[in-house]
């Protein structure tokens, strides 16, 4: 074979190589989430669940032989960074799409950059204006906090509660959440006797619930996430009030329900089903998908499986499952994921369509209590 | 308002204020000996309480809390040696930014080992429900766990300082540091002895209020403002008028949610501190004549 022959060939097989290397080019997913700071209960399990997941779905030959490449940017909870983050997830790192942000606030903050770089961005927060109005690109995997204060109204309902003192954190979620059951409130007959902010980093509330008490409450409902929610219930028991006390969904981390401990019993909140995995009736659609994903997580990282995790892990699952219908086409996969039907995730099972960039309906949540320092489902 | 619910807030406030004075008790010990404000005070009490919780998995109570006052004491003096020891004569700035920035250390490290989880050491008697009756008001029995803690560390520090040799030569310090030099007293070991001493202190503090108020790694801020503004309000240097004043403004505070909406908590105490300072500098047990010589000198 003459030189120039041997050269020739050397160049096919050189560009044959490199289209197969633009076959699998890997799906690169960034992540922006609050791993430290005031909402690192969120973050941390959310990082730590997508650290696991991509681990397992490279491990498996990733997704239609695409290995996947993930990118965690620690926000540490700030709107601020999760901008500065995301634009150079974006510019630098061309990412296909970003999974979270894990708060509220973040998310609304970074939605149009995301939609402007026609970048996916699938929150893991629950505020409703992450997805009202609908942006093309923005799709968010946590339930709303209309449904959860729906659910428990409900309840308060079925128990004759007329009558219900409020107490909020003075933080997004907090704020979100009080403005939705005093709009939710007289609908079902409820007056919100009292109600209170107090501050995210309180660390005792007496004076707050000897108002309440003052106010004749029959129910007690708190709405944050940090650890006074746990707080809250022991002052309220230490001086002798003895209603009902009902929980948002930020309380779905079992670590409150223990911090609280013999006070927490019979605390009564909303939360998807991920945390209740074991006592899941044998019919429920979820039970494999939760009971796989609680299983994993809880024997790698020794710790208690939680909500919030759990949308990073259908963050991730329902993007994986779009990319392998559609490939890397981002206006595909956005349409992919709009079409998408019946996804069973941890928060229950995923209905998208171009009007609804949630997917999830009130049936995502159930009403949970606490029983011996352990989540069931209550009146089961 | 009636006399059951007003107890109740009066007991609300009680159970604020030991936790302030215990914190602004603290920054006097170190203020008196350094003339510095320490402002990782608060993640001494973050470490006191984190450390307590981990050595209670294998120790009983008691010695769990011990092992975590001496601990802490054991970080109190270390920071000590290897931040402040070796500063010939530092400016009142740049002691602030070092304390900052231990603070920033140790909370971080804090991260690094604990995570971010939040703890809590179990009631010492009765638990989450238990509460005793006195006269229609209830008490959470840590409540007067946390009192009794703050009257025996106010009681402990007034024999140290009053009675004792070393006690003495501490006071001898905080009046004059180089008369004090010449006379022998060995400065820079009492300086060491005085973070020892309030790291320690901190520590107890964070034990015992960690039933009530849970720990994590990043309570020890929020602790230091607070304790920070109790000092100053009792008077820089005087241990008793930080507690009275811890007292003072955890009472204000809790009355203040009766009439207010609670999310002004806050705003009130810090009002309060701006009004006392415009009224009294020196702070309200602090004597107004001293402040002026000091200025002065």
Not at chain 1, 288 to 314: I, L, N
Not at chain 2, 146 to 174: D, K
Not at chain 2, 222 to 244: C, D, H, R
């Amino acid at each position: 074979m003459n030189p120039i022959k041997l050269a020739a060939a050397a160049l096919a097989l050189a560009a044959s190589f490199q289209a197969s290397a633009a076959e699998v080019e890997p799906l690169r997913v960034g992540a922006l989430l609050a791993v430290t700071g005031p909402a690192a209960f969120l973050g941390a399990p959310e990082a730590r669940t997508l650290e696991m997941l991509v681990e397992a779905l490279n491990a498996k030959g990733g997704v239609g032989g695409r290995k996947v490449e993930l990118l965690v940017k620690d926000t540490g909870g700030s709107p601020e960074k999760a901008i500065s983050f995301a634009k150079q997830l974006i510019e630098e790192h061309g990412v296909f799409a970003i999974i979270g942000p894990a708060t509220s606030g973040e998310s609304i903050a970074v939605k149009q950059i995301a939609q402007e770089a026609k970048t996916l961005l699938l929150s893991c927060a629950a505020a409703e204006v992450i997805t009202t109005p609908v942006l093309p690109y923005v799709f968010k995997v946590a339930p709303k906090d209309s449904y959860a204060a729906e659910m428990i109204f409900r309840q308060m309902q079925k128990m004759g509660v007329k009558r219900v003192g409020l107490l909020s954190s003075n933080t997004g979620f907090g704020k979100a959440g009080k403005e939705q059951v005093e709009k939710l409130a007289p609908a079902h007959g409820i007056e919100i006797a009292a109600s209170e902010v107090y501050d995210k980093a309180a660390t005792d509330l007496t004076a707050e619930v000897t108002k309440l008490k003052a106010a004749g409450v029959q129910a007690i409902l708190n709405w944050s996430i940090e650890p006074a929610q746990a707080i809250v219930i022991k002052n309220a028991r230490q001086i002798g009030l003895t209603v009902p006390i009902f929980q948002s969904h930020g309380f779905a981390n079992v670590q409150y329900a223990k911090a609280a401990g013999a006070a927490g019993e019979g605390v009564m909140f909303p939360a998807s089903r991920v945390v209740v995995a074991e006592t899941l009736a044998a019919a429920d659609r979820q039970r494999p998908v939760v009971q796989a994903y609680k299983q994993a997580y809880e024997a790698r990282y020794k710790e208690d499986v939680s909500t919030f995790g759990g949308h990073a892990h259908d963050a991730l699952g329902i993007l994986v499952r779009a990319v392998g219908e559609a490939g890397l086409d981002r206006e595909k996969v956005r349409k992919a994921i709009e079409g998408m039907q019946g996804y069973v995730g941890t928060a229950g099972v995923f209905n998208f369509s171009p009007t609804d960039h949630n997917g999830l309906a009130i049936d995502a949540f159930e009403m949970l209590t606490v029983k011996d320092g352990k989540f069931v489902q209550l009146g089961r | 308002m009636e006399t059951g619910l007003l107890l109740q807030y009066l007991v609300a406030g009680l159970t604020y204020g030991t936790i302030y004075a215990v914190v602004g008790v603290g920054f006097n010990i170190i203020y008196n000996t350094t003339g510095i404000i320490n402002f990782a005070q608060g993640e001494f009490v973050m470490l006191g309480g984190m450390s307590a919780v981990t050595l209670h998995a294998f120790l009983p109570l008691p010695l769990a809390i011990a092992g975590a006052v001496l601990l802490t004491m054991l970080v109190g003096v270390l920071v000590e040696l290897l931040f402040i020891r070796w500063l010939g004569r530092p400016t009142v700035l740049r002691m602030i930014i070092i304390t900052i920035g231990v603070s920033i250390l140790i909370r971080e490290a804090a991260l690094v080992g604990w995570g971010e989880s939040v703890r809590a050491l179990p009631y010492f008697t009765g638990d989450e429900v238990s509460s005793l009756s006195l006269g229609g008001v209830h008490v959470s029995p840590q409540v007067l766990w946390s009192l009794a803690t703050c009257l025996f560390i106010v009681a402990f520090l007034w024999v140290f300082f009053q009675r004792t040799p070393v006690g003495r030569q501490m006071r001898a310090c905080a009046s004059n540091r180089e008369a004090a030099a010449l006379c022998g007293v060995p400065v820079k070991n009492l300086v060491t002895l005085s973070f020892a001493l309030s790291a320690g202190i901190g520590a107890l503090a964070g034990c015992v209020v960690s039933p009530i108020t849970y720990t994590s790694y990043g309570v020890g801020g929020g602790l230091a403002i607070k304790g920070f503004t109790v000092a100053i309000l009792g008077g820089l240097g005087n241990s008793t008028a930080a507690v009275a004043a811890g007292f003072v403004v955890g009472v204000l505070e809790a009355f203040s949610v009766s009439l207010l909406p609670a999310a002004y908590k806050d705003a009130i105490s810090v009002a309060i501190l701006l009004a006392i300072l415009f009224v009294r500098p020196s702070g309200l047990f602090g004597s107004a004549e001293l402040a002026r010589l000091e200025a002065r000198g």
